[in-house]
């Protein structure tokens, strides 16, 4: 059967001025690789993206793209996917960008459990304005523009994730291009707020969590004295965290617990994968239209507000009040 849409459907002509082995190459061919893979019409999709390297990707996707401002890609996102509900809607932010300056939006984000997506490009600093240390980077490290060891310590996403209420976490790996294309399909056709947090190399700055260190640079097996990769895949290890309605509290706990762990474990193991997925709720979307009957049939995106002259024809301030929370 001859597929609608071609991987080329969604690449744009617009130079890319990343640098050479950025791993935010791995990430738009991910997303790329997953919009073809679930053939997503480009004209429904959206990407939205604050400021720093991640906030160039809208550029290079043929979709509908919104660079919009340091740390407001998800209130620009959430608006679009309220007002469009129909359309598919995906956010790129910094670690810098999304856990930094972003960090209210993120928390409040997880909250509404919002049926869209936010990928997070995680390298630890913040690439575009000369290696600063970033909201993720950990205590201690010194990558090669700081003149002294970073004094603050790390905010782990996976865990500020799971306490904001996302209701589906996973982990990738920039340069594993295959494993992030599915974790960015299974956080595009999960109902509710997900959230893809990308390791991501900046080989210009981040000296440290290099491609090589990934790959096992300095990780020795003692007994046979070969270097063991760094990351590892969680499916692989029989690792599950799906939480359902039907589940005891009991069995809740222990899912919730085997999740944190995992969720610490860096270093020399480091896992990617899903870390967690909860069935049990709502999406916003839902939950408004308990409130407002048509409100999916008849969202604020699709109402007229002027006629061919321009002039308003709607009062939408019941609408804008009946959003209100
Ligand atoms: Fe990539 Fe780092 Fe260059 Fe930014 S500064 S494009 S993150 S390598
Ligand atoms: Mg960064």
């Known amino acids: 059967m001859e597929l609608k849409f071609k991987l080329t459907d969604y ?3 617009v130079h890319n001025n990343w640098c050479p082995g950025c791993g935010d190459f791995g990430i738009l061919s991910s997303i790329q690789q997953a919009l073809y893979e679930l053939q997503m019409d480009p004209s429904n999709v959206l990407i939205f ?31 679009a996917k309220l007002a469009r509900p129909d359309l598919e809607v995906i956010a790129v932010v910094g670690d810098g960008d999304g856990l930094g300056i972003g960090a209210g939006h993120f928390v409040n984000a997880g909250r509404r459990n919002v049926d869209f997506t936010v990928v997070i490009y995680d390298n630890e600093v ?5 290696g ?12 090669k523009s700081l003149p002294k060891p970073n004094i603050s310590q790390a905010v782990n996403p996976i865990l500020l994730a799971y306490a904001s209420g996302y209701t589906f976490i996973a982990r990738g790996y920039a340069y594993d291009t ?24 900046c080989p210009t700055y981040n000296d440290i969590h290099t491609k090589d260190w990934y790959a096992g640079k300095g990780n ?12 590892y895949k969680l499916e692989n290890e029989g690792y599950n965290c799906v939480i359902t309605n ?14 944190i762990i995992k969720a610490y474990e860096w270093g020399d193991r480091i896992p990617v994968g899903v870390f967690y997925r909860d069935l049990r709720f709502d999406t916003f979307e839902e939950r408004l239209e308990k409130r407002i009957p048509n409100y999916k049939a008849y969202p604020p995106g699709k109402q007229a507000i002027s006629n061919r002259e321009g002039y308003p024809i709607a009062d939408i301030s019941k609408i804008v009040q009946s959003l209100s929370v």
């Open 11 to 13: 690449r744009t002509s």
């Open 132 to 143: 600063q240390a970033a909201p993720t980077l950990k205590l201690g490290v010194q990558t």
């Open 178 to 201: 295959n494993h992030l294309k599915e974790l960015i399909k299974q956080a595009i056709q999960h109902r509710g707020s997900a959230v893809v947090d990308v390791l991501q190399p």
């Open 49 to 79: 993206s604050g400021i720093g390297c991640s906030g160039k990707t809208p550029h290079y996707i043929n979709t509908y793209g919104f660079h919009t401002l340091h740390g407001r890609a998800l209130p620009y996102a959430i608006g």
């Open 220 to 231: 020795v097996d003692p007994k046979t004295g070969k270097e063991i990769p760094r990351i």
């Open 126 to 130: 913040y690439g575009l304005t000369k």
């Open 246 to 259: 039907d589940m005891s509290e009991e069995e809740i706990s222990k899912k919730i617990a085997q999740m």
